[in-house]
């Protein structure tokens, strides 16, 4: 069964330190993976994508197939990184995403 | 572009009663999607459309759910009756199709919060 999991409701840090938001996935295929972020009061967006290879506002996530994760990562925080993150994965159909349960990232000054 | 539009952006309801949902895509996106949010499960699918049509509807959780795409610029989903459990955040979302903007890009509303009683 394709899925993924977040395995953090909640992620909790000071500014300055590391962060790393954990999703693991499970896909028969060659999996395509997302990050998604809703900061408050804002609309669910697309925050980078595996294939791209890139960094957003600092993040980093690289596909671990052995381990089938895709964590998100950023060596710093920064209080305007406390927002809502998604997971998602390509499964199927056209753009036809499957989310995990989201990790709430709280970053404090 | 305005985005996505979904109305109502709050709606409470009592259990048994008609629900309806509604979604404007952006004027030229090629797929909507209805999905639904809750603190335990996350953003499930529900059903997406393309081109008017609906794709895959695997995920609407049963026969009291229904959801129609009549023109390119207006879908609805319908909940009768409603029941407390169906209580939650629904998001539209819409994207381009194949080669036209960037796979797995979807562009959500502000969603809608329903409460049921």
């Known amino acids: 069964a394709q899925r993924v999991t977040q395995p953090e409701k909640l992620l909790s840090v000071f500014k300055g330190a590391p962060v790393e938001l954990k999703c693991n996935y499970s896909y028969s295929g060659s999996p395509e993976l997302f990050w998604y972020v809703q900061y408050s009061r804002q609309r669910l967006q697309l925050l980078l994508r595996h294939i791209s290879r890139e960094s957003i506002k600092g993040f980093t996530a690289d596909l671990n197939k052995g381990e089938t994760s895709f964590h998100l990562k950023k060596p710093f925080a920064q209080e305007e990184d406390s927002a809502m993150y998604y997971c998602a994965l390509l499964s199927g159909g056209y753009n036809k995403l499957i989310f995990g349960a989201g990790t709430r990232l709280a970053v404090h000054p | 572009d305005a985005g996505v539009i979904q109305s109502p952006r709050h709606e409470v309801t009592e259990m048994g009663q008609e629900v309806t949902l509604r979604c404007k895509p952006i004027s030229g996106h090629d797929y909507l999607f209805w999905y639904r949010q809750t603190m335990m499960r996350g953003l499930e699918l529900l059903i997406y459309?393309?081109?008017?049509?609906?794709?895959?509807d695997s995920g609407m959780p049963e026969d009291r759910f229904s959801a129609k795409m009549p023109n390119a610029s207006f879908s609805t989903l319908k909940i009768q009756p409603s029941e407390p459990r169906d209580s939650a955040v629904y998001f539209c979302?819409?994207?381009?199709?194949?080669?036209?903007?960037?796979?797995?890009?979807?562009?959500f509303g502000e969603g809608s919060r329903l409460t049921v009683l």
């Open positions: 459309f393309n081109n008017n049509v609906p794709i895959d």
């Open positions: 979302a819409s994207s381009l199709g194949p080669g036209r903007g960037v796979t797995g890009e979807l562009f």
